[in-house]
């Protein structure tokens, strides 16, 4: 069974940078579909960035430029934020396609 756990939220100021960490067990494949989600406060679940085992990536609009999402190609799988905004404030959840798994989420909390 896959298990998925999100690491690295907080409370930080506008302009400044954070960097997500999703740990994922229990695969069973070296292939992979991963993603980065957020959920704003009031808001419905959105994607932010995807990455694949070809390394193909993917970024929501709002993310370019300012959002990096990368794997150490084995269990690890990273969210760099940086300009942060106070509409940035949400749940960030990891997400494995494959199996359709979600982790619990991370509160990240912009402030003005």
């Known amino acids: 069974q896959v298990h998925i756990v999100e690491s690295g939220g907080g409370l930080v100021q506008a302009g400044e940078s954070l960097r997500l960490s999703c740990e994922i067990s229990?695969?069973?494949?070296?292939?992979?579909?991963m993603a980065w989600y957020r959920q704003p406060p009031g808001k419905q679940r959105e994607l932010v960035a995807t990455i694949n085992t070809n390394n193909k990536i993917t970024y929501a609009e709002f993310a370019k430029g300012r959002f990096t999402i990368s794997t150490d190609r084995a269990n690890m799988f990273y969210l760099d934020m940086s300009t942060l905004k106070p509409e940035d404030t949400a749940v960030y959840y990891c997400?494995?396609?494959?199996?359709?798994?979600w982790g619990q989420g991370t509160q990240v909390t912009v402030s003005s």
């Open positions: 229990g695969r069973t494949s070296s292939l992979y579909y």
């Open positions: 997400h494995d396609d494959w199996t359709d798994s």
